[in-house]
């Protein structure tokens, strides 16, 4: 299977592969480390809490995971362009605006299964961590 791809390939081929695969591992672990990091206490805290629009708070958290990537990255790419208003930052085609748009699209699945599981947590269970010497959030 990999025989026609190395006959194409001119020497060295394999260790670009290799570096655009590392790139690509990195761009992505670091874009979910900090939509988790952002995601969780977000999520901890509209599930442990109760407010007027917490319904809509998370509906908008579940629309969000809709978006399109095409569209995001579009978005992400006008705003980092030369005429963008961030356009003096020079991020454009950069790892960096990379993870801006993964961490665009994963915040809001991470933060809806984050908040889906916080909010099936039963009565029952948060009582007995209480009684353990757990502190409201």
């Not at 790419?77 to 665009?104: C, E, K």
Request: hydrophobic share 55%; glycine share 8%.
């Amino acid at each position: 299977m990999f025989l026609p791809l190395q006959v194409q390939l001119p020497d060295g081929g394999w260790a670009y592969i290799v570096s655009i695969i590392i790139v690509s591992l990195q761009v992505s672990l670091t874009a979910v480390g900090l939509s988790t990091l952002v995601s969780l206490p977000v999520a901890l805290l509209i599930g442990f809490t109760e407010f007027p629009g917490k319904r809509i708070v998370t509906a908008i958290i579940n629309t969000g995971m809709g978006f399109p990537s095409v569209v995001v990255g579009l978005v992400v790419l006008m705003m980092l362009s030369n005429s963008g208003p961030l356009g003096t930052l020079d991020l454009a085609f950069t790892p960096r605006a990379m993870i801006a748009s993964q961490f665009i699209l994963a915040t809001p699945v991470i933060m809806s299964v984050s908040l889906s599981a916080v909010e099936s947590v039963e009565q029952s269970v948060r009582d007995a961590a209480f009684a353990m010497g757990g502190t409201d959030v």
